[in-house]
């Protein structure tokens, strides 16, 4: 499967931005999704995933009742709507697939149990 990550830039602090996942080669529905993030200098990290079927969400603590994932199967697309945006959100953003984790397990949030990757879209956030 090959994931595209798009929709990154330049946002002031307390703003908003909207990332797209666009994902081919694979059923799109047959697959859980993550957004993940690497900051300079520091590892990367879990930030939100969506599973395959009844659009159950986890979040990383750190974005909860700011960030949002959500994902649209007629598009093969999966988003991230980050809003009241933070310098310390500051970081390239990278989304995953898992197509390994079996039905009705906890959603993944460690990057070695996803199997595809993206590129990253870098996110700046000027305070």
């Known amino acids: 499967v090959q994931l595209q990550a798009s929709g990154g830039g330049l946002v002031q602090a307390g703003g908003s931005l909207r990332l797209s996942c666009a994902a081919s080669g694979r059923t799109f529905s047959r697959y859980r999704m993550g957004w993940f993030r690497q900051a300079p200098g520091k590892e990367r990290e879990f930030v939100a995933a969506i599973s395959r079927f009844d659009g159950s969400t986890r979040y990383a603590d750190s974005v909860k009742g700011r960030f949002t994932i959500s994902r649209d199967s007629a598009k093969n697309t999966v988003y991230l709507q980050m809003n009241k945006l933070k310098s310390e959100d500051t970081a390239v953003y990278s989304c995953?697939?898992?197509?390994?984790?079996?039905?009705?397990?906890?959603?993944?949030?460690?990057?070695?149990?996803?199997?595809?990757w993206g590129q990253g879209t870098q996110v700046t956030v000027s305070s």
């Open positions: 995953a697939a898992d197509f390994r984790s079996p039905r009705y397990t906890p959603l993944r949030s460690r990057a070695e149990e996803y199997d595809y």
